[in-house]
Structures are given as C-alpha cells and as structure tokens.
C-alpha cells in the first residue's frame, strides 16, 4: 500500500527528445508527489513535485502530467540534454501525517546521448 | 556555503564494529531524517527527526541508534556492524515535517562493511 512503482529502470535518450518517466501508486493518501534528481556521488535534490490536485505542472523543460484516477504520474523531459544524465526518482508522501517520510519509486538511470 | 553535510564521506570497517555517521544542517530547518540507499539505488527512511525529537522509526534494527543533540545535528550510530548495512547513508532536512517542505539531502555517507 505504501508502494511506489517507477517505470523504466533505464532509459537512453538522443539529445533534443523526450524523456518520459512513469510511476504509479496505491495510497489514495498520499497527497505530495516530489520528483528527486540525483547525479553521481550526490544525494538527491529535489527537481518538481505536484499535489494531486493539480493535472500538470511545468518548471522549464520538466512537466509533471497527474492522473488522480489512474493513480499514476510522469516526469516529462522536454528537449533532453547531456546534462540531465542522472538518476530520476519519483516520491509520495503525505502533507501532514506519516512525519514527513517520502516513500520512493524505484529510481530510473536516464542517460542522454550528444 | 554547505547546507547539509555529512562525515565522513566513506567508511570501510569489519563485520561487528561500531560506527558513527555525523550529519549538520545550517539551513535552521526543524526536521531531519536518515535514509538509507543499497546498491540498486533503492532509497528508504530509516528515521525522522523533529526539534530533536524522534518522530519516526521505520522498522529499523535495535543496532541503529540515532541521536539529535539540537536541531541542527542527526547522528547515527550502528553497534554490531553486518554485510548488509553497506549503503550509502543520506541525511536530509526540511522546513518542518508537515507541509509541503522540501527536502534537502546531504552528500552521502557510503558505508562498506567487509
């Protein structure tokens, strides 16, 4: 119940396109979803997060689509760049309960090609 | 200036050492936490912290202690060290636990027991 599942493990991009990062959830509780971009060697740092009740956000290249009944979002990457090579982390978590932890997707290794 | 940071950087001991990971953060937040991220990059909460009171304990074993000294200070310590507690350690912290608070994590702690 506290799950959330992030889709693809990998991926490999040509610089200029798109980057889509898929996860889904089951708690209907959670209400906070953060996306974390992580670079070697560092901890991870926050990139865009969205409440679910917001359809979309977007932050220059970087769109969050929410799909409430669906139970599911996606980090899109707009006009992808070597220098968005990192690991995306997706997360959920809850406003005011549960002490603040973020439960986190699996992690996707997103490697973008010159 | 460095907003969350973490001692040491890396840490090889043996099987049933003990140990200590020091994390600071000069950003004047209230909340810290420990996460804990294995080899396939799988980031998990082990503790919450807030005003240097523990708020959350997520199953962790006995052999993991962490303390606050203040607020801006969460340690952890680990008796008994195992195979399986080489990770990498993050600290974090955020504004407050409730809300919409970004966390920010520390570099990491990569721990190898041998």
């Known amino acids: 119940q506290q799950q959330v599942k992030q889709s693809p493990q990998s991926l490999i991009v040509q610089k200029g396109g798109i980057s889509i990062i898929n996860c889904a959830y089951e708690?209907?509780?959670?209400?906070?979803f953060p996306w974390y971009q992580q670079f070697p060697g560092k901890g991870p740092a926050l990139l865009i997060a969205?409440?679910?009740?917001?359809s979309e956000k977007k932050e220059g290249r970087f769109t969050i689509s929410f799909n409430k009944s669906a139970k599911q979002f996606s980090l899109h990457i707009m006009d992808s760049q070597p220098g968005d090579s990192a690991t995306y982390f997706c997360?959920?978590?809850?406003?005011?309960?549960?002490?603040?932890?973020?439960?986190f997707g699996q992690g996707t290794e997103l490697s973008v090609k010159p | 200036d460095t907003a969350v940071s973490q001692t040491p950087k890396y840490l090889v001991t043996q099987m049933g050492n003990d140990k200590s990971i020091k994390c600071e953060q000069n950003?004047?937040?209230?909340?810290m936490y420990w996460y804990k991220q294995d080899s396939k990059k799988f980031l998990k909460i082990m503790f919450s912290?807030?005003?240097?009171?523990?708020?959350i304990n997520e199953t962790v074993p006995n052999r993991f202690s962490p303390k606050s000294p203040d607020k801006a200070h969460l340690n952890l310590h680990i008796n008994s060290l195992e195979l399986g507690d080489s990770a990498v350690y993050f600290c974090?912290?955020?504004?407050?636990?409730?809300?919409?608070?970004?966390?920010?994590f520390g570099p990491g702690t990569r721990l190898t027991v041998l």
């Open positions: 708690n209907t509780a959670f209400d906070y």
């Open positions: 997360a959920a978590s809850w406003t005011y309960n549960q002490g603040g932890k973020l439960i």
């Open positions: 912290y807030n005003n240097k009171e523990l708020i």
């Open positions: 969205i409440r679910p009740d917001v």
């Open positions: 974090a912290s955020s504004q407050e636990w409730q809300g919409l608070n970004e966390q920010f």
């Open positions: 950003l004047g937040h209230d909340t």
